[in-house]
């Protein structure tokens, strides 16, 4: 389901691209979003490392000379370290009162903040977090009417 999850994340990107003009936080971001849809905090967890993937990307930008393809670099590489700390630091969870569960808030993934924080700096933050919750929330849509209405448990890491 995961192929299939990313297959659609893909044209539904595509086609909020050409008709809204609007990234839904880079190609793969709503495939992955949609499979983690029934973990609400997984999900917010993957949008605050965001977030200060992007405010660091802000403040670095004031010293170092970022552009095209380097500012890609420098938001996957920050967002990576952050996705990071969601997963095996207690950072997120702490300052939030959860508890110590490290599970709680963690990210998708170790590359997707970086790539939602990429296009929040070039489209704007409100822009892309709703763009990309309205295709995750369709990629699930599809998956749940293609499967019969049924939700396939999946095993993922």
Request: charged share 10%.
């Given at each position: 389901m995961?192929?299939?999850?990313?297959?659609?994340?893909?044209?539904?990107?595509?086609?909020?691209?050409?008709?809204?003009?609007?990234?839904?936080?880079?190609?793969?971001?709503?495939?992955?979003?949609?499979?983690?849809?029934?973990?609400?905090?997984?999900?917010?967890?993957?949008?605050?490392?965001?977030?200060?993937t992007?405010?660091?990307?802000?403040?670095?930008?004031?010293?170092?000379?970022?552009?095209?393809?380097?500012?890609m670099?420098?938001?996957?590489?920050?967002?990576?370290?952050?996705?990071?700390?969601?997963?095996?630091?207690?950072?997120?969870?702490?300052?939030?009162?959860?508890?110590?569960?490290?599970?709680?808030?963690?990210?998708?993934?170790?590359?997707?903040?970086?790539?939602?924080?990429?296009w929040?700096?070039r489209?704007?933050?409100?822009?892309?977090?709703?763009?990309?919750?309205?295709?995750a929330?369709?990629?699930?849509?599809?998956?749940?009417?293609?499967?019969?209405?049924?939700?396939?448990?999946?095993?993922?890491?």
């Open positions: 995961i192929y299939q999850a990313i297959g659609l994340g893909l044209v539904v990107s595509l086609v909020f691209s050409e008709i809204l003009g609007l990234a839904a936080g880079g190609l793969v971001v709503p495939g992955y979003i949609a499979l983690y849809l029934d973990q609400p905090l997984r999900v917010i967890g993957t949008i605050l490392a965001s977030l200060v992007y405010g660091t990307i802000k403040l670095l930008s004031r010293f170092i000379l970022l552009y095209g393809r380097r500012t670099v420098f938001c996957v590489l920050a967002g990576f370290l952050f996705g990071y700390l969601t997963r095996h630091l207690l950072v997120f969870n702490t300052a939030l009162g959860i508890g110590l569960d490290t599970s709680v808030l963690q990210s998708i993934g170790y590359i997707i903040p970086g790539l939602i924080a990429y929040m700096l489209q704007g933050i409100v822009e892309t977090i709703c763009t990309m919750l309205m295709g929330f369709i990629v699930r849509l599809a998956l749940v009417v293609a499967h019969g209405g049924r939700i396939i448990e999946l095993a993922l890491g």
